[in-house]
């Protein structure tokens, strides 16, 4: 709205010097001309407030286990599926860190009691 306003008065101002110029001030009745310099008009830039940056997630819970408590969980995992002879959940679970193959993992406890 301030920028209407400021061109409106803008106008006038130009309107009034354009007017007084025409008319003399004299007090013999004749008409003087003057000229009046170039017209000066003013722009303003008018910019959006900046959008607020949206506040991060709140941060996820931390997990109630510990990593030794992990750890000793995937190697009783571990024991525990190659007692159950799931030699595919023992190979997932760490087999597949000792090198070799799976076939040659399995094939590895063919004599195990």
Do not use: H
Request: proline share 9%.
């Amino acid at each position: 709205m301030s920028r209407i306003l400021s061109t409106g008065y803008a106008f006038l101002l130009a309107l009034a010097v354009a007017l007084t110029g025409m008319s003399g001030c004299g007090s013999s009745g004749e008409e003087k001309t003057v000229e009046t310099g170039p017209t000066v008009t003013t722009t303003q830039t008018v910019t959006a407030e900046p959008t607020p940056t949206p506040t991060p997630p709140p941060a996820l819970p931390k997990p109630t286990a510990t990593p030794t408590a992990d750890a000793a969980f995937t190697v009783e995992g571990y024991f525990a599926a190659i007692n159950a002879r799931d030699y595919r959940r023992a190979w997932d679970l760490g087999g597949k860190n000792l090198g070799g193959s799976y076939e040659s993992f399995q094939a590895g406890f063919a004599d195990t009691v």
